[in-house]
């Protein structure tokens, strides 16, 4: 079975330029979470959609980051204007709203900003 | 306030021996669930084990088991016969009542010498 997929896997950009990270959560699953992590800061919840709306985007640091769910198999994260703080691994992560909610994790988009 | 407690920043053992990792939580929610992520040096997060809080048996999976101590409100993960590939960080996390979300602790940095 296919896992949480990611892309791209790295990024690199120069400050000022729009960013946007992929997010193809694990079939059937429908909650959707995006994470952001960094040395300071730890783990971080962004934001996080069910059944593709958004539920929760208290984590969302600023009006250059948004995200969108726009069907049950993709969601982006777009940082526009991107600033080298936003250097991070950013993870995506899916959960099927049942027992548990475990959340299953993407590989990570490691993004550097110049 | 909830929140959720690791307090080993990092941890040594032996190959073959077993290795317990610290968690403690807090919250007066009476219905939470507990988990366990491995995160090695290549960056994935992985699902090692959940535990509800209304279960009554410990759960395992494997080499892995959670120590759950209600009363205490402590969730330890205990690693038995530790292998090389068990080198990682660990992150403990909890989903409390009404919330999708998980709170996740500060990690763990476990290296397993030969």
Known sequence: ???????????????????TLRCKPISGHNSLFWYRQTMMRGLELLIYFNNNVPIDDSG?????????????????LKIQPSEPRDSAVYFCASSLLARGETQYFGPGTRLLVL | AQKITQTQPGMFVQEKEAVTLDCTYDTSDQSYGLFWYKQPSSGEMIFLIYQGSYDEQNATEGRYSLNF???????????????????????????FSGYSTLTFGKGTMLLVSP
């Open chain 1, 1 to 19: 079975d296919a896992g949480v997929i990611q892309s791209p896997r790295h990024e690199v950009t120069e400050m000022g330029q729009e960013v």
């Open chain 2, 69 to 95: 101590q209600k009363a205490r409100k402590s969730a330890n993960l205990v690693i038995s016969a530790s292998q090389l590939g068990d080198s990682a960080m660990y992150f403990c996390a909890m989903r």
């Open chain 1, 60 to 76: 969302m640091p600023e009006d250059r980051f948004s995200a969108k769910m726009p069907n049950a198999s993709f969601s982006t």
